[in-house]
């Protein structure tokens, strides 16, 4: 006992499984969903920095379709309304139809969507921010646009929007709590399973809060050191909070 607090449940080897598998699939959906929502941020502020016909207003809409809805919308729509629409599959075993896309891949999915539509515009502000004169040298030095892109901007855009991409990956991990709401199994999942075994609801989720902190930190912490890294004199990216 702590504080009147009962963690003694933690000494439990079930839910000490429960919540490293859940910590498992957390991370691998943080992992997944940063990789697609930085490949979706990247092509779209490329699409849309070389005006590219049609592919810009598309992607335009969906900025303003993804990052002006919320995330638990965008998950339910993708887990029970594409089965609706047909994108199902017969299961060989049982002969039952069954949704093509798993609750785990609706939820990474709708994280790459909702936080890849919000990379998108600070990849692009970060293009923006690249002085004018860093471009004309590489014009000067016979470099195509799509040299001047891939070799000049994009690189220097990306360290300039590290503190707001670790904010936008925060985020990410902090949303992929509603995994639970489609029956994914991550630390949000175990963890109300604890609390309703033991009934200890404020003792479970005072450790959710701190896995949650830890790994935030974790992230933070790791950003600072890759900003370090990839730091270019003249070009600072920022201090990350």
């Known amino acids: 006992m702590i504080f009147g607090l ?68 965008q998950l339910f729509f993708l887990y029970f309304m594409l089965s609706d629409l047909g994108m199902t599959y017969t299961d060989a075993t049982t002969g039952e139809r069954v949704p093509l896309l798993s ?8 994280l790459a969507l909702y936080n890849g539509s919000i990379a998108i515009e600070i990849i692009r502000s970060g293009i923006n921010s690249v002085p004018r004169q860093t471009v004309e040298g590489g014009r000067s030095m016979g470099y195509s646009r799509l040299q001047i892109f891939r070799w000049i901007e994009l690189p220097i855009a990306l360290r300039m929007t590290i503190p707001n991409m670790t904010s936008n990956v925060v985020s990410l ?59 270019i004199p003249g070009f600072g990216a920022g201090e990350v909070q």
Request: aromatic share 10%.
């Open 173 to 231: 991990i902090k949303t992929s709590a509603q995994a639970a709401l489609v029956a994914v199994t991550d630390i949000m999942f175990f963890s109300t399973q604890i609390a309703l075994e033991t009934f200890l609801n404020l003792e479970v989720m005072i450790v959710l809060w701190l896995i949650y902190l830890t790994i935030t930190t974790a992230v933070v912490l790791l950003a600072k050191q890759i900003a370090k890294v990839f730091a």
């Open 103 to 110: 609750g785990f891949a609706c939820v990474v999915i709708s």
């Open 6 to 73: 009962d963690f003694e449940w933690l000494a439990d080897p079930l839910y000490q499984s429960w919540l490293f598998e859940g910590l498992k699939t957390t991370l691998a959906i943080t992992a997944l969903g940063t990789i697609l929502m930085l490949i979706i941020g990247i092509a779209g502020a490329a699409i849309t920095h070389f005006n590219v016909p049609v592919a810009r207003s598309l992607t335009i809409i969906m900025i303003d379709l993804f990052r002006n809805t919320p995330p638990l919308v």
